[in-house]
Structures are given as structure tokens and as C-alpha cells.
């Protein structure tokens, strides 16, 4: 277990955030490197041709090591919907393919593939929500031959009900399918490993669990797919862009391996110093031992939330750092905002109530979660 990190964050004593879900807070550290790399920009005498490369090298490595992948699979990106775009821009649909999504799914991981599917003449095919035995059993049903594409998260951003990578990983080589991954509600906190899963495409926003900055994310493609087609055109994604005398020599041929994906622009001197640092903060907390804390706290959280009728779902089939809780009926009105009077801060998403803690809480947090929810309901 990771002992409670709040001294790393500017969180006051009197709030208790329980909201990862929805936006993470920034460690005092990952702010310095903010502040540093806007006062570098008001005197950019200083930021020299190679700074466009080493930090985002640096990031790059960094987001390699959290999934297992080398450097060279791995693009930047602003937004979760942009790898996504990515991966839709350069996968086969055949006329009458399926493309497989789950109810509810977070729209950035839906658009594309309705776009996509009315383009080459292909169908969406949604799994329902229900079921006792979680969404893993269904997926693999729907998954066969005609399945050009499975889109898919690694906990659903509603209440956190888990799926089994490597098992629908399995499945969609057996039957040829194509998967796409948007593990924006897990990076960072759940472990992942891209040579356990195969995925083709595995895009993540970074300012929730990988508990960086807004506008920037990150995108594994896997070789098979390196070679693809970028959505846009930047010079930095070419060759020898490094040589900034000679940009007008144009090239046809691009960086190495995933870069040509790059977003452009994507050497931001605020926000990559930003990531670089949260990322190396992950690193050595581990995700695992990441995972095995906030388990332990969601557990804690779901068994005193019982008592007041808030049901969570069963722990095998929920991510550990990702707490749904259900109410007997419907949610109450504005519940969340009553909490946030009271300091409580938590997000409700459908029929849920997302619990989603870090590091930083502590037992005065989850104290005043229970008080002040008990007083709400
Ligand atoms: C599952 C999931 N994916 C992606 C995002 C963010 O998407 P984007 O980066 O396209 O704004 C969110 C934000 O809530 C999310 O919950």
C-alpha cells in the first residue's frame, strides 16, 4: 500500500475530492514545470531547435514504460478523440462490417466509428448493459468474422465495470478484427500491458489518471500499423525536421515510427514538462501498488456507502480505482452540487455515482464523503 501522498498536492484539508473520473488535480511538482515552461516561453532565447525533440522523447519513453511499448510506438496527441480519429482514419471497414461498442460509451470513442461505419457501409453494433456476469461474456459472443472493428474502453467511464483485455484481445485475432482502445479512465491507474493485449490502437487522454495537464494525451499504434496516414501534416513529423535550415528541402518520408502520428505542435513547452513529470511520479509509485491502494479504498468506500442503500457492483468485475454507486431509484437531483456545498466532490454519470479517488485522500476524506452523504439522502 502507498501511504497517502496529499503533501505532494495542493488540496486543501477541508475538501475531500473523490473526481479522478472527471479531472485530476496537479501535484505541486507537475505545476512547477508548468510555470517553468511558460516563463521559458516569455524568453525564448533560450528554447533551442533541439528542445523540440528531447522532451517529447522524454514523454514518449515515459508513456512507453506505463504499457509496456517502446518509444517508437507512441504518438502525441491533444485530445482522446483525435487518436481515435487516427485509428478510424486508418483501419479496413468492408461493406456489411461490424463495428463493436458498448452502451454508453464515452462519446469520443463512438462519433468516429458512426462516421465510419456510414462512410464504407458498415453497421455499429452496440452491447446492452445487464447482465450479472459483466461485459466481457457478451463482447466475446458479439465478436466473429464480420467484425471489422472493436472499440472498446478497459473500465466504462460510468461506473468503472471492467472488461477483459486480454481475453477480447484473443478474440478479435482469432476472427481477424481490428482493436481499438481508449484507456483514458485507467492509464495510470490500472495496470496495462500492450504485448498481454495486441491492441492496434490504444489512445489516452492524459489529465485524469495519468494526472497531467489538459490538451494532451498519447496514442500506442502498433508496427503493423506505423506506416499509415496521418490526419494531418507537420513538419516536425518529417524527416531530418531536426535540421531547421533545410525545412523547405521537403521530405516525403516521415520520423520513425509512430512520430509521423504526432499532433503538430506537439513540442508544447508548458504542458509536456508537465506530463514528463506526473509520468515519472507513476513510475515510481507503480501503477500496481497505484491499483492495489485505491482497491482497497474504493472497497472501504462502497462497504460504509452500503448501510445508506448505495449499492456498488461486484469488486471481480469493476476496476479497483473506479467506484459506481448505484441508488435505489434514481439518482437524487442535484445531488452532486449538494455535495459540493458540502465539499464533497464526486461526479454522477447515468444511473451512477462515480467515486474515484487518489493518492491524496485520506480518512477525514472518506469520513466526510459518508457524513455528508448520509446528511444528502
Ligand atoms: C472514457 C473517456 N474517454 C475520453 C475522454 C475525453 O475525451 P477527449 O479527450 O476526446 O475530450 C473522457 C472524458 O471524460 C472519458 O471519460
Redesign the pocket.
Known sequence: MIPCQRHLFDIPEDIAYFNC??MSPLMHKVVAAGQEGVMGKARPWRITPPDFFSTPERARTLFAKLINAQADDIAMI???????ATAAQNLPVGKGQKLVVLED?????VYSWRELAAERGGEVVTIAKGGNDGWTPRILEAVNPDTAIVAL?HC??TDGSLIDLEAVGRRCREVGAALVL?L??SIGALPFDVAAVQPDFA???G??WMMGPYTL?FVYIAPQHQNGRPLEHNWIARKDSENFAGLVDYKSEFQPGARRFDMGEGANFTSLPMAVAALEQLLEWGVADIQATLSAMTAQIAERAAPLGLRASDPALRAGHFLGLGFPGDVPTGLPERLGQENVYVSVRGQSMRVTPHLFNNEADIERLITVLSGAL
Open positions: 473520473a472527471y491533444p485530445a482522446c478523440s483525435y487518436g481515435i460509451q464515452f462519446p469520443s470513442n474502453p466504462h467511464w481508449d483514458t479512465q489512445v489516452a487522454a489529465y485524469k494525451g
